[in-house]
């Protein structure tokens, strides 16, 4: 079992940044790829970054790349997600999600979720 609490979310002007974390309960915490999500109101949840067990491999969405950054400390069973450049459509709950095997790119390969952090880009 893996717990999972999101934090860093808020309210942020376009260009701005914000540093999500996720903290992890638990001492397999690297034994799980790691990622974010997102849903904004009224749509699906989407993938946003994932890293795997070692951080040695990422994959990013295609409208997050080059301004998103995900990293791990397994030493501190926390995961990170830096997001510069910010845009109002990014805004959303964010979602961090762990997962027993590969990097997970889609929901239903997610076995655990955490309860989502508000990041909300104002014009």
């Known amino acids: 079992q893996v717990h999972l609490i999101e934090s860093g979310g808020g309210l942020v002007q376009a260009g701005g940044s914000l540093r999500l974390s996720c903290a992890a309960s638990?001492?397999?915490?690297?034994?799980?790829?790691l990622g974010w999500f997102r849903q904004a109101p009224g749509k699906e949840r989407e993938f946003v970054a994932a890293?795997?067990?070692?951080?040695?491999?990422?994959d990013y969405a295609d409208s997050v790349k080059g301004r998103f950054t995900i990293s791990r400390d397994n030493a501190e069973n926390t995961v990170y997600l830096q997001m510069n450049s910010l845009k109002p459509e990014d805004t959303a709950v964010y979602y961090c999600a762990a997962n027993r095997a590969t990097i997970a790119t889609a929901t239903y390969d997610i076995d655990y979720w955490g309860n989502g952090t508000l990041v909300t880009v104002s014009s």
């Open positions: 890293i795997s067990r070692s951080g040695g491999t990422t």
């Open positions: 638990g001492r397999t915490f690297s034994r799980y790829s």
